[in-house]
């Protein structure tokens, strides 16, 4: 699996939007691009991914740049409850291919 | 659905003990993960089963680990002696296609 690179920290307005950063300058063609988050005191929770085109769901929306080297998960309304750590990860996807995840990003969403 | 269940919740046992943690994956899933979690090294994982066969176990620190499958609706993760060191939140995960994986509670374990 692919490196990824993310902020250790970032703050947010509530009601705001989040905007959090990955690099994965190493990623292949076969690579798609996850993101879970998790809250304190509970498992992982799974939010989105993508192949190369941007992807939106009831969470979130993922913008993946061009050349794939990097992307940026949005929450476009943060609320106090998507305080978290967002984990950024990529894999080949399908399968029984399992997740690494990294140190991620501490997201803290201020009143 | 009631997602993955995980139990107990909360474990504390001495050092030497046997502590076998347990999981339900969701209905239909054929892929069981366990994690551990603990400050220092953050979230690793350390085994992974398809269709009830485990597929890595290269994540398992030793061999006091073990972890078994026995059917599509049950596995457990047993550390047999337990140490201090392997004081934690465990997760246990399953998916379906292998896209997105979900997540239990966790079983807190504390070894004193």
């Known amino acids: 699996d692919a490196k990824t690179t993310q902020p250790t920290s970032m703050d947010c307005a509530e009601g705001r939007a989040a905007n959090l950063p990955c690099n994965h300058s190493?990623?292949?063609?076969?690579?798609?691009v996850y993101w879970y988050r998790q809250i304190h005191s509970q498992g992982p929770q799974y939010i989105i991914h993508?192949?190369?085109n941007n992807e939106t769901n009831e969470m979130a929306s993922l913008i993946i740049t061009e050349d794939r080297k990097s992307s940026t998960l949005i929450l476009p309304h943060a609320t106090l409850r998507d305080t978290a750590v967002y984990y950024c990860?990529?894999?080949?996807?399908?399968?029984?291919?399992?997740?690494?995840f990294g140190t991620g990003t501490k997201l803290q969403v201020i009143p | 659905d009631a997602g993955v269940i995980q139990s107990p919740r909360h474990e504390v046992t001495e050092m030497g003990q046997e502590v076998t943690l347990r999981c339900k994956p969701i209905?239909?899933?054929?892929?069981l993960f366990w994690y551990r979690q603990t400050m220092m090294r953050g979230l690793e994982l350390l085994i992974y089963?398809?269709?009830?066969?485990?597929?890595?176990d290269s994540g398992m620190p030793e061999d006091r680990f073990s972890a078994k499958m026995p059917n599509a609706s049950f596995s457990t993760l047993k550390i047999q002696p337990s140490e201090p060191r392997d004081s934690a939140v465990y997760f246990c995960?399953?998916?379906?296609?292998?896209?997105?994986?979900?997540f239990g509670p966790g079983t807190r374990l504390t070894v004193t």
């Open positions: 995960a399953s998916t379906l296609h292998g896209y997105e994986q979900y």
């Open positions: 190493t990623i292949s063609g076969n690579e798609y």
């Open positions: 993508g192949l190369k």
């Open positions: 990860i990529v894999r080949v996807s399908g399968g029984y291919q399992k997740v690494t």
């Open positions: 209905s239909g899933h054929n892929s």
């Open positions: 089963f398809n269709n009830n066969v485990p597929i890595d």
